[in-house]
């Protein structure tokens, strides 16, 4: 129990805590911003989203110029001729794409965005989905400013919050979102990047490229964003983190247990195609927090062990909570500072039982 405390603090010591309290990646305003930007966006049935995010992105404040490449990937609702009045209204800003058929084995959404990739105009790409949207107008900017991060990168990683909404459902994906982001942010920022979100990720069309675009694992249902930077990386493609508030973006959550569950089972299941190291530094980080919660499950009968049980416990809670808030603030996602002990046991405990789903049934479902 106390080893996996100490592997805890180390995991806190040198990527969290550090990440929480790191300066500003970019400023605000002005900036060296001289290359146009193909902003992607992948969209199935979302008109209602769209209708939102659209007006958003084209209010982007961006001077050097960028389009928005429409995706329609088999809508059966107005998706294209709302798309068709947008291109009207903003010629050569709006562009739409539409797929009609995925061939038999591929996967549906890499499969549009590898058309709509083709489809672009620039060489720098940003990517966002239908249901989400930029927190500012500042977001397209921000963003890429993080290429000329560390003498120039190939790749841009960003962080999407969810949105806020009443019940415990939303409390626990918000709080896994910040772990998760706590962990792909900080272990990029150190040098060690293994994923990133695609709903708020850049990279240029030579970094795409460079991967072979999706096709080591274009018939793997998930993994768009986060094998596609393990691809990159393979390829000695350099990766810069873009984590302030003003370059989010703010998405919409899951409102039921089983649409969230399937969500996560998609998302877990590229885990497996990551590199060794990187499976090695996320499993034992989650490994430490899982068997720290059953070593006091086995201990706790024992009469013997409570005080020094509750002691560790008692320590450990704090200092975790501290630091989870730390992050919290630093990206901007609320935490329930009382639900924090809750939302971490349910968290992991949920990670466990995830695990053990994805080994007895990887069927996996898009929406």
Not at 20 to 25: L, V
Not at 151 to 160: I, K, M, N, P, T
Not at 175 to 186: D, G, H, V
Not at 281 to 301: D, W
């Amino acid at each position: 129990m106390i080893a996996c405390v100490l592997v805890q603090l180390f995991y806190a010591a040198y990527f969290f805590w550090p990440f929480a309290r790191r300066a500003p990646e970019v400023p605000a305003g002005p900036g060296p911003d001289t290359e146009p930007v193909s902003i992607v966006v992948c969209a199935r049935n979302e008109l209602d989203n769209l209708r939102r995010l659209l007006p958003l992105l084209l209010q982007q404040d961006y001077p050097a110029g960028f389009e928005v490449v429409l995706i329609d990937d088999r809508s059966h609702d107005d998706t294209y001729l709302y798309a068709q009045q947008l291109a009207q209204y903003h010629p050569g800003k709006v562009r739409l794409v539409t797929i009609d058929r995925t061939p038999d084995g591929f996967a549906p959404k890499k499969y549009a965005l590898t058309l709509g990739i083709k489809a672009t105009r620039h060489a720098r790409l940003l990517f966002t989905d239908a249901d989400c949207i930029p927190v500012t107008n500042q977001w397209l900017r921000l963003m890429q400013r993080g290429f000329s991060a560390g003498g120039g990168a190939d790749l841009v990683l960003g962080f999407s919050a969810y949105a806020e909404a009443p019940g415990f459902l939303n409390q626990l994906i918000r709080y896994e979102t910040l772990l998760t982001a706590a962990q792909y942010l900080s272990f990029g920022w150190r040098g060690w990047p293994y994923m990133g979100v695609g709903r708020n990720l850049a990279y240029t069309r030579s970094c795409f490229t460079a991967t072979k675009g999706f096709a080591t694992h274009i018939r793997q249902l998930s993994g768009d964003d986060d094998l596609l930077v393990q691809d990159a990386v393979r390829q000695h493609q350099r990766v810069a983190v873009v984590a302030d508030a003003p370059a989010h973006t703010l998405s919409v959550p899951a409102t039921t247990w089983r649409g969230w569950w399937r969500q996560k089972r998609r998302h877990l299941s590229a885990g497996r195609a990551y590199r060794f190291a990187d499976r090695f530094r996320v499993g034992t980080f989650l490994a430490a927090n899982v068997l720290f919660y059953l070593a006091a499950l086995v201990l706790l009968p024992s009469s013997n062990n409570w005080i020094p049980l509750v002691l560790v416990c008692i320590l450990r809670t704090l200092f975790v909570s501290a630091v989870y808030f730390r992050l919290s603030r630093r990206l901007n996602q609320s935490v329930t500072v009382g639900l924090l002990p809750v939302l971490d046991v349910v968290y992991f405990f949920q990670y466990l039982a995830l695990g053990i789903s994805l080994f007895l049934n990887r069927t996996l479902r898009w929406k």
